[in-house]
């Protein structure tokens, strides 16, 4: 069974940057697909980008392409989620999520079956 820790939240300015993290801690990190979600207040926890097990293709929303470089390092048991050009609509609480071992990337939360506790990311000037 997979913990996931996420860390790298922080309070940043319109145009600015921040690296999430997730470190996990089970030892399936590596067969499975990760993703990272996000929640703003009041909404529904959306899909942001995902990464296969290999970490050789990943997916994004429209919203966060261009902007966003979600990666991995197996050897780490980590996962990251490099935020660029953050604008004040991409503040919420983001989530690290694992799929079961062997399971594809996804965009679908109901096929995550691990999940972090959060991390606050706030964009305002």
């Known amino acids: 069974q997979e913990q996931l820790v996420e860390s790298g939240g922080d309070s940043v300015q319109p145009g600015g940057s921040l690296r999430l993290s997730c470190a996990a801690s089970?030892?399936?990190?590596?067969?499975?697909?990760m993703g990272w979600f996000r929640q703003a207040p009041g909404k529904d926890r959306d899909f942001v980008a995902g990464?296969?097990?290999?970490?050789?293709?990943?997916n994004y929303a429209d919203s966060v392409k261009g902007r966003f470089t979600i990666s991995r390092d197996n050897a780490k048991n980590t996962v990251y989620l490099q935020m660029n050009s953050l604008k004040p609509e991409d503040t919420a609480v983001y989530y690290c999520?694992?799929?079961?071992?062997?399971?594809?990337?996804?965009?679908?939360?109901?096929?995550?079956?691990?999940w972090g506790q959060g991390t606050q990311v706030t964009v305002s000037s």
């Open positions: 089970g030892r399936t990190f590596s067969s499975a697909a």
């Open positions: 990464i296969t097990r290999s970490g050789s293709s990943t």
């Open positions: 999520a694992a799929t079961r071992p062997g399971a594809a990337l996804t965009t679908s939360r109901g096929r995550y079956d691990y």
